[in-house]
């Protein structure tokens, strides 16, 4: 099936797809095709970006574009019509382009754990039999109060005089409350609130029927902005006051904003999720790494590894699989709603890639059984795909382990945060010569810090300890990953 309607035999409208499992929105990045153009079934008409990864959507019929409903850097919730197709241009007068929704939209529903009351589509399943809506801007309501007293003050120091005081905007409406003063909010936006330590109570509700908001709970969470001065009347002296008056900086000038969105958006939230529900514990070990990088070396130049990318992370991840292997409890979740610990017997192994658009962490699937070569041409894949921004959300879904490459960037080590739903992360710091005591003598030898944060509920110190002391075994002494594997 494809996401479309039917207005007429003539006229078809495709309607924003989940493109993702559970997702309720996505920007519109770019159009490829404008009003008269001709399309045709299959071809790629935009691209949109989720809060997973950047994604390009086909129309599935012929025809002349119409009309697009939404200019490009707009966000549009799942189910709404993004463009009209006439797929029988010429047969009479075409109606006029509907005009875009007029009221504001509201926060979208929960996405439930599977796609219930949906029916498959494009790519991903088709929207919930309730409709979703557009959240509102924050701040916007404060916008005409801040103009008018900002306006005052840009007069007093232009020396005209002190002008009649701005008229306050309206307080916002009080939070709803409802059965005995509860006030109306989902499970996931209560936890939020108790996770940050907001009362519920406080929050003023912008969602429909007075229901509070993500949004709103992080707005009452965050500091209150410092309250604009109030006009002064000017000094009596006798030099004009614009003389005495300080210069005044735009603020233009000084900060850049940059909205949330995207990519940017789905990372804050899964971190500070992950942050306030795993107990994080993190556990470092230095070790000497030339052995390593020679084999590194000696791979490069094997027959077998010809056409794919050979380099010391491709190593440190067959090294981490074989830890997995000799330590399978440590590739498990925590199942907080049935109360119980879920043991992985596949590994889907994630890596963290910088993108133009954000850190994303896409896995590779069954990563275990997989051989060196094929673990390189993977790995080879996976960075390509990801750089190029065409990481699809499928591929960033189900992750168990991840590994974070931070020496790339000249980085020692971190304290690397867990993937939601993953119990380990293993960072991996630069490799740099440094003199070591390598067979009773001091000597110059490539050496790195290892580290390996994991979820405290379900790995103790010791099955963690044991993880990553077998992974810096494995690249001081590489030949164990015959005698281990």
């Known amino acids: 099936m494809t996401t479309m309607t039917e207005t007429s035999a003539r006229f078809r409208e495709f309607k924003m797809p989940d493109v993702g499992e559970g997702l309720t929105e996505a920007e519109i990045l770019k159009w490829f095709v404008q009003p008269g153009d001709t399309v045709t079934d299959g071809q790629v008409v935009c691209e949109v970006e989720t809060a997973k990864a950047a994604v390009e959507l086909p129309i599935p019929f012929d025809g002349v574009v119409h009309e697009l409903r939404f200019p490009e850097g707009t966000t549009v919730d799942v189910g709404q019509v993004i463009i009209a197709i006439d797929v029988a241009p010429g047969s009479g007068d075409a109606p006029a382009p509907a005009a875009a929704p007029a009221q504001e939209p509201v926060e979208a529903p929960e996405a439930e754990a599977e796609p219930k009351g ?25 916008a005409p109060e801040a103009a008018a007293v900002a306006a005052a003050v840009q007069a007093e120091l232009n020396g005209h005089g002190a002008p009649a005081a701005p008229t306050p905007a309206p307080a916002p409406a009080p939070a709803v409350p409802v059965q005995g003063g509860r006030p109306l909010a989902k499970p996931p936006v209560r936890k939020l609130a108790k996770d940050l330590g907001i009362d519920l109570a406080t929050v003023v509700p912008t969602g429909k029927d007075g229901i509070i908001t993500r949004e709103d709970v992080h707005a009452a969470a965050a500091p209150a902005a410092p309250e604009a001065p109030a006009a002064v009347a000017p000094p009596v002296a ?89 330590n399978p409890e440590v590739n498990a979740a925590w199942d907080e709603a049935h109360q119980e610990i879920v043991q992985k017997h596949y590994v889907n192994l994630g890596i963290a890639a910088a993108t133009p658009r954000g850190l994303i962490v896409p896995n ?7 051989t060196l070569p094929q673990l390189a041409e993977a790995l080879g894949e996976l960075v390509t795909t990801a750089r190029d921004g065409k990481t699809s959300p499928a591929a960033m879904a189900g992750g168990t382990v991840t590994i974070t490459n931070v020496g790339v960037f000249g980085v020692d080590t971190g304290t690397p945060i867990l993937n939601p739903g993953e119990s380990a992360i293993l960072a991996v710091g630069a490799i740099k010569l440094q003199p070591w005591v390598h067979k009773g003598k001091v000597k110059p030898r490539q050496v790195t810090t290892l580290a390996l944060s994991f979820d405290h509920r379900l790995v103790d110190g010791e099955l963690g300890s044991k993880v990553l002391a077998d992974v810096a075994a494995i690249l001081e002494q590489p030949k164990r990953l015959i005698t281990w594997a």
């Open 118 to 142: 949906r029916t498959p589509v494009l790519v991903g399943y088709g929207v919930a039999e309730s409709s979703t809506k557009r959240r509102p801007r924050k701040g916007a309501a404060a």
């Open 238 to 326: 006798s030099a004009p006051a614009v003389a005495e008056a300080p210069a005044v900086v735009s603020d233009s000038a000084r900060e850049t904003r940059i909205p949330v969105k995207g990519v940017r958006k789905a990372i804050a939230q899964a971190m500070v999720g992950s942050a306030f529900t795993a107990p994080h514990v993190t556990e470092f070990v230095t070790v000497d790494v030339t052995r390593t990088m020679k084999l590194v070396a000696e791979l490069k130049e094997d027959k077998d590894m010809v056409g794919v990318r050979v380099n010391p992370l491709l190593v440190i991840a067959k090294a981490l699989l074989v830890a997995i292997k000799r």
């Open 364 to 370: 590779i699937k069954d990563a275990h059984d997989k």
